[in-house]
Nanobody, 125 residues
Framework: QVQLVESGGGLVQAGGSLRLSCAAS???????MGWFRQAPGKEREFVAA????????HYADSVKGRFTISRDNAKNTVYLQMNSLEPEDTAVYLC???????????????????WGQGTQVTVSS
C-alpha cells in the first residue's frame, strides 16, 4: 500500500511562487512520480513527471520553464517548485505514483495507480 500526502498549497498573487511537497509512504523505489492538477469543471491535467533517479523529467507545455519537479529519495518526497504563477494555474494539485515498476515517464493519468488527496493552489490576479 502506498500513501501520498501533498502540502504547500495556498493563495498567492500572480507572479509569485509556491513549493509543493508530496510525502510518500510505501514502495516508490524505481517508480515514476508525477504531478497533476484539476480545476473545477475540468479534466485532470498532467503537470510534470520524474524518474526514480531524477535524471529525466517531463513537463506540460503550459508550465515548462516555470515549474520544476524534483525528488529526494532519502526522504521519500517529491517536490514541485512553481514560479511565475498565473491565475490559470489555479487548481487542486495532486501527486501520483507510476503504476509500473521501472516504467518510463508518462503524462497519462491511467499510467498512475496511487494518488494523493491534493492541495489547493489559488493564484489571484
Amino acid at each position: 500500500q502506498v500513501q501520498l500526502v501533498e502540502s504547500g498549497g495556498g493563495l498567492v498573487q500572480a507572479g509569485g511562487s509556491l513549493r509543493l511537497s508530496c510525502a510518500a509512504s510505501g514502495r516508490t523505489f524505481n517508480y515514476v512520480m508525477g504531478w497533476f492538477r484539476q480545476a473545477p469543471g475540468k479534466e485532470r491535467e498532467f503537470v510534470a513527471a520524474i524518474t526514480w533517479s531524477g535524471s529525466t523529467t517531463h513537463y506540460a507545455d503550459s508550465v515548462k520553464g516555470r515549474f520544476t519537479i524534483s525528488r529526494d529519495n532519502a526522504k521519500n518526497t517529491v517536490y514541485l517548485q512553481m514560479n511565475s504563477l498565473e491565475p490559470e494555474d489555479t487548481a487542486v494539485y495532486l501527486c501520483a505514483r507510476g503504476a509500473v515498476y521501472g516504467a518510463g515517464l508518462s503524462s497519462a493519468p491511467a499510467s498512475y495507480d496511487y494518488w494523493g488527496q491534493g492541495t489547493q493552489v489559488t493564484v489571484s490576479s
